[in-house]
């Protein structure tokens, strides 16, 4: 086995080349990666594995994964793959993901086509806004508060997505993309207008975790829509006996 | 193997160890553990077993669950663990699944992130109502009566399950939700707004088909919400040909 | 082992007492028998297999499978039991199963709580109505013509599946299902009220495939409402080149 | 093993043989296929294999398999068939899939009774239009530009997708959708109005992918339609960096 077969194949079910494959596979039965849609991208260390082109996600086999060195891909002009499969091309969501480990550090970034994804950015289409905001609920623990910070959102604070307008070449995104990223600097997730979203985390459970929360604030706003509900509620903080009981006493 | 360890290991699958991820993995498959939320706990006489936090609900593994002794904790002034995983996190509803294990004695308790239950709560936020009410459904019938009572509500009875408000931390519902069990002493459930729901039961097979049943009516409630169909009906008793005899014979 | 044991004892799959337990737990998936509700039973010549009454569908084993003697069930007073399992109670399903299996010489029986049946039978009950109707869509085609007729419905034909109301105790709808039988002796299926439905097929493959078929036509007929399509149509038949022909030929 | 059933005896999972029952199972999973409607076939140069009629989906194996020669079924009156399971019936579908092999040169062709696609059938016939159009979604570059012409759709592209009248009898559609193909040539996919879908593509790995984004395209477009969002946008394209500075440059 060649140097560059060795980096794809290990009985280690946690190496990113079994990794990818089985994430996607998973990814599939949520409806994300539909016909060839969507990816996913680990990074470990210097070596970035990405899962090809056009493949069928919940069929994918660590030999279809490329590799390539991101800090030789970033010094010269063009990417540098340690390792390519016979039979694919490269994903055009390669650069995104290299935004993402290059400006976040990140360990693992997760494209999806969910359409509650795409069914948010074509509901703020219709309010002509570019991001999406929702407040008090739960799951909004589910997010870390930023880039280089520690902790989690709370119960109150308000998960803010940007949206992105879509291109005709995917590829074409990552300039937007990079912009999102500035402006909201702790953001984890950009949304793509009729699209779907790039979500990453600084290690593989961050990141699919941090893509299932989102996927369900997603559904969940869709269907709050569809109720009527506003994303954004003004609820009062919920006082506990003590806190009660010191207010008291200090009055 | 330490005594420790033992706690958790078991050829049987229905050891408390070995049934937690198991039900835990059946569980992201319906969407109420989603991106770490939502968790379950079971008591074996005075030990409890529970998932720690911060886990993905369906990779969970018998060596990840802590175990507690309930009479221990409830004499001391801090919870005492028999048994701790080595990288994890105690779950931050440890102490509303003791609620559950003090107060009602159950064997079980599962909390969800059902998207259905949330949706409950915030349908009935926008009515200023505090408690879900339905009746007149057959899968009413999945729950008991109540607290040390015997049988199960019938096709007619209504259903009542009590919301409490969120608290900015998930340890401050405690009070909410032994203030809650106290004014509705017979109730297997607590819906708690814009999060999700805690259910118990006398044991595993109680809680989990009470927690089915209710998620269940949940998704039918909001269904029923989007037909404009009310969730509280007066529906006549049938009356079987024996009955309708007998009062004839009686006029 | 006993022969009453040699009932539900097989290595074949396609053994009643096999049968029931890998049904049942397919039907988990498709929510139609959540938490412990609905049921399925299949009669092999004189014997009846019952699922149990309060079990975990997907969790069911052969051997907590009822075998009981139709014959002698129906020459005596009281069901006459060939095989039951030490800790179960019989099913509250039983006589509407019997209901099928003597009056449609049904050789399967499946009971689901599919919340698209419930919602069927209200979006119905708010019309004050008590037989769902559905013309004009392919899956019709999935229905027998009735009871000792041969050949299935037409594209053209209407569905007609009567609705009745649902009784405190389960054991009383079986009057109400027999009346529905003798009203509409082509029926494969009763609706019954905030319940559910129960099918039927001469064998395992008509009622399972009747019974999907069913339920597509509920789901999609609950859609169809909320998009405002009405649920019978007055569709033109198509007419092929060669009848277009000939009716020029004719003139 | 005589010469026939060597037709449908591989262990290659890629084997037309083994490769229809899997797909089938899967879209079994999808309710593409529900209560055995819906069917596929892959043409592997002369030989066709095509699923029988009646059969439940996800329990197929490949000695239900028919295989027929194309083409001494096309230079002869009637179908040659050099493979016939013992105890089923030819699909109703045969004239039709054969259709997409004779006239498109496809290499497998998958019908599905997705309600998705009914329902998106009911939605036009609504507006009394006979084409499903959509574009401005990137799913749409799932699809190829058309019959022998290289390369796929693009964002901004309107994927278009005919839709022919339902008949009483599935094999008199074959005109109609030979029609359809005729008017539509670039088409992968036409819609059967009150039915379901045929989709079809070079390969097995087209057809299946070319399914899914139809699919999910059918359930956006619903899920639209509830929202009020038409199907057809007039999106600006966006412009990169390069084509802004290209553009001022040249004022």
Redesign the interface.
Known sequence: MCDAEALVKSDNSDHPANMIPALCAKFWTL?WV????GGCSIRDDDHVFIAPSGV?KELMKPEDIYVLSLSRTLSSSSRVYLRSPASYKPSQCTPLFLAAFTKRQAGCCIHT?S?WA??VT??LE?RGESVFEIN????IK?FGKGFEKTGNL???DTLRIPVI????HEE?LT??LEEAMDKYPDTYAVL?R???VYVWGDNV?KA??????L??LF??A??????N?PWISD?P??K??REREAEAAQQ
């Open positions: 409806g539909t016909g060839t849609g069928q086509h359409h795409v069914l074509l509901i219709g008090n609920i739960e799951q589910g709370g119960y109150h307008e879509n291109t005709a074409d300039e937007f793509v009729r699209h779907g459970h699919k975790t941090q893509c299932e929360s996927d369900y559904q969940l869709v269907e709050m829509k569809q109720l509900i609820i903080k919920v506990t006996r």
